[in-house]
């Protein structure tokens, strides 16, 4: 039972590098969201897909694009990392209703040197 | 203003006492709210749903103010394991997080 699978968990990047932070989930979820956490801050919602071909922004989506060609997939990319990005990132789906429970990946931490 | 606030903490307690902390949400449409758990920087997960009458989930209570918009958690008999950051969760079409209030149980 694999759940939200979420790689890798530590990465370091250079200023101006691109890179790909994966998501799996195996439950069918519809619902799938990528999530920053910063010191002092809550989880900031980046991009979210309520279903596959369907992506919207969230609250801070600047510098990041995302795609959901399948269901169980929704890889984040950051397209020239900043200094400003480094971060915890954390990967979660759910069914589409209000009541649901939301399940997370294990997070990624980022550092953008 | 944030969607959700929350009183940061820490709230070092000792074994045994009881605990309870509060958060406010700004829309007042919101439709569900939640408490969730985080460890260390690790994945928040459930630790329970908030219903309009209040719930218990064993040492753990919940209650919700629809007309003040705060939601509260209260810990009984605090255990060392109950050492962790708590995350206020809000829904309204999406999940709205507070930045979390630590506890800390010291033996």
């Known amino acids: 039972n694999a759940g939200v699978t979420q790689t890798p968990k530590f990465q370091v990047l250079k200023t101006g590098q691109s890179m790909t932070l994966q998501c799996a989930q195996d439950?069918?979820?519809?619902?799938m969201s990528w999530y920053r956490q910063d010191p002092g801050m809550g989880l900031r919602l980046i991009h979210y897909?309520?279903?596959?071909?369907?992506?919207d922004q969230g609250e801070v989506p600047n510098g990041y694009n995302v795609s959901r060609s399948t269901t169980e997939d929704f890889p984040l990319r950051l397209l020239s990392a900043a200094p400003s990005q480094t971060s915890v990132y954390f990967c979660?789906?759910?069914?589409?209703?209000?009541?649901?429970?939301?399940?997370f990946g294990q997070g990624t931490r980022l550092t953008v040197v | 203003r944030k969607e959700v606030e929350q009183d940061p903490g820490p709230f070092n307690v000792p074994e045994g006492a009881t605990v309870a902390f509060n958060c406010t949400y700004s829309?007042?449409?919101?439709?569900?709210f939640f408490w969730y758990r985080q460890d260390c920087r690790k994945e928040p997960k459930l630790l329970m749903s908030?219903?309009?009458s209040g719930n218990e989930d064993g040492r753990f209570t919940a209650q919700l103010n629809r007309a003040s918009q705060y939601i509260s958690l209260l810990i009984r008999d605090s255990k060392l394991s109950d050492s962790a950051t708590y995350l206020c969760?809000?829904?309204?079409?999406?999940?709205?997080f507070g930045a979390g209030t630590t506890v800390t149980v010291r033996a």
């Open positions: 979660a789906s759910s069914y589409q209703d209000r009541n649901t429970e939301a399940f």
């Open positions: 439950m069918n979820h519809e619902y």
């Open positions: 897909s309520v279903g596959a071909g369907i992506t």
């Open positions: 829309n007042s449409a919101s439709q569900s």
């Open positions: 908030v219903y309009s």
């Open positions: 969760v809000v829904y309204y079409y999406k999940l709205s």
